[in-house]
Protein backbone atom coordinates (compact mmCIF):
# COMPACT_ATOMS: atom_id res chain seq x y z
CA UNK A 1 0.00 0.00 0.00
CA UNK A 2 1.30 3.78 -0.82
CA UNK A 3 2.70 6.03 2.29
CA UNK A 4 -1.29 7.11 3.72
CA UNK A 5 0.60 9.62 5.74
CA UNK A 6 1.30 11.52 2.54
CA UNK A 7 -2.27 12.42 1.70
CA UNK A 8 -4.01 14.14 5.00
CA UNK A 9 -6.89 13.03 5.39
CA UNK A 10 -6.47 9.58 4.56
CA UNK A 11 -6.69 6.28 6.48
CA UNK A 12 -6.36 2.85 6.01
CA UNK A 13 -7.91 -0.53 7.75
CA UNK A 14 -6.93 -3.75 6.88
CA UNK A 15 -9.94 -6.13 5.49
CA UNK A 16 -10.09 -7.86 8.87
CA UNK A 17 -10.68 -4.99 10.86
CA UNK A 18 -13.08 -3.10 8.38
CA UNK A 19 -15.28 -5.96 8.42
CA UNK A 20 -15.33 -6.00 12.61
CA UNK A 21 -16.44 -2.80 12.22
CA UNK A 22 -18.66 -2.89 9.86
CA UNK A 23 -16.09 -0.45 7.22
CA UNK A 24 -14.94 -0.68 3.59
CA UNK A 25 -12.00 -2.80 3.54
CA UNK A 26 -8.60 -0.74 3.36
CA UNK A 27 -8.08 -0.64 -0.22
CA UNK A 28 -11.92 0.13 -0.85
CA UNK A 29 -11.78 2.81 2.09
CA UNK A 30 -8.45 4.20 0.59
CA UNK A 31 -10.05 4.78 -2.77
CA UNK A 32 -13.15 6.31 -1.97
CA UNK A 33 -11.26 9.23 -0.03
CA UNK A 34 -9.22 9.24 -2.97
CA UNK A 35 -11.83 10.06 -5.15
CA UNK A 36 -13.24 12.38 -2.60
CA UNK A 37 -10.06 14.53 -2.77
CA UNK A 38 -9.60 14.30 -6.05
CA UNK A 39 -13.02 15.36 -6.92
CA UNK A 40 -12.24 18.11 -4.38
CA UNK A 41 -9.40 19.61 -5.80
CA UNK A 42 -10.98 19.23 -9.58
CA UNK A 43 -14.01 21.59 -8.18
CA UNK A 44 -10.81 23.98 -7.23
CA UNK A 45 -9.13 23.62 -10.26
CA UNK A 46 -12.53 24.43 -11.73
CA UNK A 47 -13.18 27.71 -10.08
CA UNK A 48 -9.32 28.59 -10.88
CA UNK A 49 -10.01 27.87 -14.69
CA UNK A 50 -13.04 30.20 -14.03
CA UNK A 51 -11.10 32.94 -12.16
CA UNK A 52 -8.03 32.67 -14.90
CA UNK A 53 -10.94 33.23 -18.11
CA UNK A 54 -12.33 36.39 -15.82
CA UNK A 55 -8.48 37.35 -15.63
CA UNK A 56 -7.65 36.90 -19.10
CA UNK A 57 -11.25 38.70 -20.01
CA UNK A 58 -10.07 41.74 -18.17
CA UNK A 59 -6.69 41.88 -19.49
CA UNK A 60 -8.52 41.84 -22.86
CA UNK A 61 -10.95 44.33 -22.19
CA UNK A 62 -8.34 46.75 -20.34
CA UNK A 63 -5.76 45.98 -23.18
CA UNK A 64 -8.66 47.53 -25.72
CA UNK A 65 -8.89 50.28 -23.23
CA UNK A 66 -4.78 50.80 -23.70
CA UNK A 67 -4.70 50.49 -27.58
CA UNK A 68 -7.39 53.18 -27.30
CA UNK A 69 -5.57 55.26 -24.96
CA UNK A 70 -2.20 55.00 -27.36
CA UNK A 71 -4.64 55.61 -30.43
CA UNK A 72 -6.10 58.68 -28.82
CA UNK A 73 -2.30 59.47 -27.72
CA UNK A 74 -0.99 59.27 -31.17
CA UNK A 75 -3.71 61.79 -32.58
CA UNK A 76 -3.11 64.05 -29.88
CA UNK A 77 0.76 64.41 -30.60
CA UNK A 78 -0.21 64.60 -34.38
CA UNK A 79 -2.66 67.59 -33.26
CA UNK A 80 0.39 68.79 -30.66
CA UNK A 81 2.64 68.77 -33.53
CA UNK A 82 0.48 70.67 -36.05
CA UNK A 83 -0.29 73.59 -33.55
CA UNK A 84 2.94 75.67 -34.83
CA UNK A 85 1.72 75.02 -38.63
CA UNK A 86 -1.84 76.16 -37.26
CA UNK A 87 -0.32 79.34 -35.11
CA UNK A 88 1.59 80.21 -38.55
CA UNK A 89 -1.52 80.14 -40.35
CA UNK A 90 -3.26 82.51 -37.67
CA UNK A 91 -0.55 85.17 -38.23
CA UNK A 92 -0.55 85.00 -41.69
CA UNK A 93 -4.44 85.34 -41.28
CA UNK A 94 -3.95 88.04 -38.75
CA UNK A 95 -1.26 89.59 -40.77
CA UNK A 96 -3.34 89.79 -44.14
CA UNK A 97 -6.86 90.71 -42.53
CA UNK A 98 -4.74 93.92 -40.58
CA UNK A 99 -3.56 94.62 -44.40
CA UNK A 100 -7.48 94.39 -45.73
CA UNK A 101 -8.31 96.37 -42.61
CA UNK A 102 -5.55 99.07 -43.96
CA UNK A 103 -6.71 98.98 -47.16
CA UNK A 104 -10.24 99.58 -46.34
CA UNK A 105 -9.37 102.39 -44.03
CA UNK A 106 -7.05 104.00 -46.73
CA UNK A 107 -10.00 103.98 -49.23
CA UNK A 108 -12.60 104.94 -46.75
CA UNK A 109 -10.26 108.24 -45.91
CA UNK A 110 -9.85 108.79 -49.21
CA UNK A 111 -13.07 109.22 -50.16
CA UNK A 112 -13.08 111.41 -47.16
CA UNK A 113 -10.22 113.84 -48.65
CA UNK A 114 -12.25 117.05 -49.63
CA UNK A 115 -14.42 117.16 -46.36
CA UNK A 116 -13.70 119.18 -43.46
CA UNK A 117 -16.00 118.87 -39.59
CA UNK A 118 -17.08 122.27 -38.33
CA UNK A 119 -17.18 121.55 -34.65
CA UNK A 120 -18.52 124.57 -31.86
CA UNK A 121 -21.66 125.89 -33.82
CA UNK A 122 -24.80 125.80 -31.68
CA UNK A 123 -27.70 124.46 -33.23
CA UNK A 124 -30.64 126.03 -33.67
CA UNK A 125 -34.14 125.14 -35.16
CA UNK A 126 -35.17 125.51 -39.03
CA UNK A 127 -31.44 126.99 -39.42
CA UNK A 128 -29.59 127.12 -42.64
CA UNK A 129 -26.76 125.11 -42.39
CA UNK A 130 -25.24 126.15 -45.42
CA UNK A 131 -25.75 130.16 -44.65
CA UNK A 132 -23.90 129.14 -41.58
CA UNK A 133 -20.66 127.35 -43.76
CA UNK A 134 -20.76 130.04 -45.85
CA UNK A 135 -20.25 133.22 -42.97
CA UNK A 136 -17.43 130.71 -41.63
CA UNK A 137 -15.44 130.62 -45.07
CA UNK A 138 -16.28 134.19 -45.45
CA UNK A 139 -14.98 134.91 -42.34
CA UNK A 140 -11.90 133.27 -42.85
CA UNK A 141 -11.34 135.41 -46.10
CA UNK A 142 -11.22 132.50 -48.62
CA UNK A 143 -13.66 132.72 -51.85
CA UNK A 144 -14.39 128.73 -51.61
CA UNK A 145 -18.43 129.24 -50.64
CA UNK A 146 -19.34 128.10 -54.65
CA UNK A 147 -17.39 125.04 -54.35
CA UNK A 148 -19.59 123.68 -51.69
CA UNK A 149 -21.11 120.06 -52.86
CA UNK A 150 -23.28 119.61 -49.64
CA UNK A 151 -23.34 120.29 -45.79
CA UNK A 152 -24.82 118.74 -43.05
CA UNK A 153 -24.90 118.26 -39.34
CA UNK A 154 -23.57 114.96 -38.66
CA UNK A 155 -25.06 112.88 -35.58
CA UNK A 156 -23.49 112.37 -32.74
CA UNK A 157 -22.72 108.42 -31.42
CA UNK A 158 -23.07 109.23 -27.52
CA UNK A 159 -26.51 111.00 -27.29
CA UNK A 160 -26.28 112.18 -23.89
CA UNK A 161 -23.53 115.03 -25.12
CA UNK A 162 -24.45 118.25 -24.78
CA UNK A 163 -22.42 119.55 -27.36
CA UNK A 164 -24.09 120.91 -30.76
CA UNK A 165 -23.09 118.44 -34.10
CA UNK A 166 -20.63 118.93 -36.40
CA UNK A 167 -21.12 119.91 -39.63
CA UNK A 168 -19.42 118.10 -42.50
CA UNK A 169 -18.77 119.77 -45.34
CA UNK A 170 -17.89 118.47 -48.47
CA UNK A 171 -16.27 120.72 -51.60
CA UNK A 172 -15.70 119.83 -55.30
CA UNK A 173 -11.91 119.86 -55.23
CA UNK A 174 -9.19 118.67 -52.49
CA UNK A 175 -7.28 121.79 -52.75
CA UNK A 176 -10.50 124.23 -51.75
CA UNK A 177 -10.65 122.30 -48.39
CA UNK A 178 -7.09 123.11 -48.07
CA UNK A 179 -7.35 126.36 -48.45
CA UNK A 180 -9.81 126.65 -45.90
CA UNK A 181 -7.69 124.67 -43.34
CA UNK A 182 -4.74 126.46 -43.87
CA UNK A 183 -6.69 129.51 -43.60
CA UNK A 184 -8.14 128.81 -40.10
CA UNK A 185 -4.68 127.65 -38.84
CA UNK A 186 -3.22 131.14 -40.00
CA UNK A 187 -5.92 132.99 -37.94
CA UNK A 188 -5.38 130.82 -34.72
CA UNK A 189 -8.94 130.36 -34.88
CA UNK A 190 -12.45 132.23 -35.01
CA UNK A 191 -15.60 132.29 -33.06
CA UNK A 192 -19.33 132.20 -33.08
CA UNK A 193 -19.22 135.53 -32.69
CA UNK A 194 -17.00 136.42 -35.81
CA UNK A 195 -19.79 134.69 -37.73
CA UNK A 196 -22.82 136.86 -36.44
CA UNK A 197 -23.48 134.80 -33.21
CA UNK A 198 -25.28 136.00 -30.53
CA UNK A 199 -24.37 135.26 -26.25
CA UNK A 200 -21.25 133.01 -25.42
CA UNK A 201 -17.92 133.76 -27.85
CA UNK A 202 -17.39 129.85 -28.88
CA UNK A 203 -14.34 128.93 -30.47
CA UNK A 204 -15.14 127.33 -33.63
CA UNK A 205 -12.91 124.11 -34.47
CA UNK A 206 -12.39 123.09 -38.44
CA UNK A 207 -10.53 119.59 -39.21
CA UNK A 208 -9.92 116.89 -41.71
CA UNK A 209 -12.95 114.60 -41.57
CA UNK A 210 -11.07 111.76 -40.83
CA UNK A 211 -12.27 108.07 -40.51
CA UNK A 212 -13.14 106.52 -37.13
CA UNK A 213 -10.06 104.67 -37.22
CA UNK A 214 -7.94 107.72 -37.92
CA UNK A 215 -10.00 109.58 -35.66
CA UNK A 216 -9.42 107.54 -32.59
CA UNK A 217 -5.57 107.45 -33.73
CA UNK A 218 -5.58 111.31 -33.70
CA UNK A 219 -7.51 111.51 -30.07
CA UNK A 220 -4.91 109.15 -28.73
CA UNK A 221 -1.79 110.55 -30.61
CA UNK A 222 -2.88 113.90 -29.22
CA UNK A 223 -3.23 112.48 -25.46
CA UNK A 224 0.06 110.89 -25.50
CA UNK A 225 2.05 114.19 -27.37
CA UNK A 226 0.31 116.16 -24.23
CA UNK A 227 1.98 113.86 -21.71
CA UNK A 228 5.25 114.06 -23.30
CA UNK A 229 5.00 117.50 -24.08
CA UNK A 230 5.61 117.20 -28.10
CA UNK A 231 3.07 118.74 -30.88
CA UNK A 232 1.02 116.95 -33.20
CA UNK A 233 -1.82 117.79 -36.15
CA UNK A 234 -3.35 116.64 -39.46
CA UNK A 235 -2.30 117.38 -42.66
CA UNK A 236 -4.38 116.04 -45.84
CA UNK A 237 -6.10 113.28 -43.19
CA UNK A 238 -2.60 111.95 -42.39
CA UNK A 239 -1.89 112.69 -38.65
CA UNK A 240 1.93 113.88 -37.92
CA UNK A 241 3.76 114.47 -34.66
CA UNK A 242 6.71 116.75 -34.48
CA UNK A 243 10.36 115.07 -33.18
CA UNK A 244 11.54 117.03 -29.74
CA UNK A 245 15.24 115.98 -30.50
CA UNK A 246 15.51 117.69 -34.56
CA UNK A 247 11.53 119.12 -35.41
CA UNK A 248 11.57 116.64 -38.11
CA UNK A 249 7.72 115.85 -38.85
CA UNK A 250 7.08 111.99 -38.10
CA UNK A 251 3.91 110.44 -39.97
CA UNK A 252 1.94 108.40 -37.55
CA UNK A 253 -0.21 105.58 -39.37
CA UNK A 254 -1.01 103.34 -36.81
CA UNK A 255 -1.35 102.76 -32.84
CA UNK A 256 1.78 100.46 -32.98
CA UNK A 257 3.79 103.24 -34.91
CA UNK A 258 2.67 105.69 -32.31
CA UNK A 259 3.77 103.35 -28.86
CA UNK A 260 7.15 103.01 -30.85
CA UNK A 261 8.01 106.52 -31.51
CA UNK A 262 6.77 107.56 -28.40
CA UNK A 263 8.75 104.84 -26.47
CA UNK A 264 12.14 106.50 -28.57
CA UNK A 265 11.22 109.16 -26.92
CA UNK A 266 11.41 108.17 -23.68
CA UNK A 267 14.95 106.54 -24.46
CA UNK A 268 16.55 109.55 -25.10
Not at 2 to 24: H, I, M, N, Q, Y
Not at 104 to 111: A, D, F, H, R, V
Not at 250 to 258: G, K, P, Q, Y
Request: charged share 30%.
Amino acid sequence: MPDVAKFPGLSWKCESCSKKTGELGGEETFAANLIEKLNFIMSDIKDIKTKQNDIVASMEYYGAKIDDFSHKMEEFDSIVKSIPKIENKVVLNTSEIDILKSNINSLEQQMRSNNIIINGIPESKNENVIEIVEKVIVTLGVNEARTIESCYRVPQKDQSRQTPKGILVKFALKSQKTNVITAIRRMKGITTGDIGFEGNNNKIFINDHLTPRNQLLYKNTREICKQKNVSCWTRDCKIYLRDPKNAKQIHIDSEDALHEIIKAFGKN
